[in-house]
């Protein structure tokens, strides 16, 4: 990314991380229409790797880094999708909080978020794990 797009791609932010009710959540910081993508510049969006679970829990790691893709990172079908530049430059949309109720949908089981309604500026974003993400860890009431 050159200066020049860098400085067109502000005009698509929509949000950023901050703190919540849950912690560390993402935020509008502007209105956003119904059917925006926020997360549409995340470099690089889609590009994932697949990790067998059962190749990460016999990896040999600290247990507390294989909880950042535990914690972060969708599981399907046994499958952990990654990305595929590494766990420490995670973009914002893996930061969303679970809610039964949520104001993003997703609708290819965690490839994209779009915003489900008009959302404000200062709500905090959330997705529904059980939409795309199997495992009970997430599983939420």
Do not use: W
């Amino acid at each position: 990314m050159n200066k020049k797009s860098f400085l067109l791609a502000l005009r698509d932010v929509y949000c950023r991380l901050g703190v919540t009710k849950h912690g560390v959540g993402v935020i509008a910081i502007r209105d956003m229409p119904k059917g925006t993508d926020p997360f549409k510049n995340s470099d690089p969006h889609g590009s994932v790797l697949k990790i067998p679970k059962n190749e990460l829990d016999e990896f040999d790691a600290p247990e507390k880094a294989k909880d950042l893709v535990r914690d972060f990172c969708a599981l399907q079908n046994d499958i952990y999708f990654v990305p595929d530049y590494g766990i420490d430059a995670i973009p914002k949309f893996y930061f969303l909080n679970h809610s039964k109720q949520p104001n993003m949908t997703t609708p290819d089981k965690g490839e994209t978020f779009l915003a489900a309604r008009d959302i404000k500026e200062g709500e905090e974003l959330t997705a529904d794990y059980d939409t795309y993400h199997e495992t009970e860890h997430f599983k939420r009431k």
